[in-house]
């Protein structure tokens, strides 16, 4: 059984920082991982994704608009973890945030950052970010 757990959100004052972690079980090896966010009433929105290199071929990373420069995606100690450093918040970043796994996603931002890339789930974390 696939299971991915997030952990590390919490409370933070506009203009600090988190670290999101998020670690995979039950499956060889996931082709990518992301982070997607979701806040009341909105869309899940595609946040930041990371494509695991193989083969001789770098990682891949991808970001949307909205967090690029301030967000970093990486692989984490182990195989299928990655995490989320997440600085400079503000009060629009507060969210529950999912971690995403896929088995056989396409390459390009679009889908990278898109749910439909991807087969697995976490519960999510919630991240509040106070003005």
């Known amino acids: 059984q696939v299971q991915l757990v997030e952990s590390g959100g919490g409370s933070v004052q506009a203009g600090g920082s988190l670290r999101l972690s998020c670690e995979g079980s039950?499956?060889?090896?996931?082709?990518?991982m992301a982070w997607f966010r979701q806040a009341p009433g909105e869309e899940r929105e595609g946040v930041a994704a990371?494509?695991?290199?193989?083969?001789?071929?770098?990682?891949?990373?991808y970001y949307s608009r909205s967090v690029q420069g301030r967000f970093t995606i990486s692989q984490g100690n182990a195989k299928n973890s990655v995490y989320l450093q997440m600085n400079s918040l503000k009060p629009e970043d507060g969210a529950r945030y999912y971690c995403?796994?896929?088995?056989?996603?396409?390459?390009?931002?679009?889908?990278?950052?898109?749910?439909?890339?991807?087969?697995?789930w976490g519960q999510g974390t919630q991240v509040t970010v106070s003005s």
């Open positions: 990371f494509y695991f290199g193989s083969g001789g071929s770098s990682d891949i990373t």
């Open positions: 995403a796994a896929g088995v056989n996603p396409n390459y390009g931002p679009l889908p990278a950052l898109s749910p439909d890339s991807y087969n697995y």
């Open positions: 039950g499956y060889t090896r996931f082709k990518s």
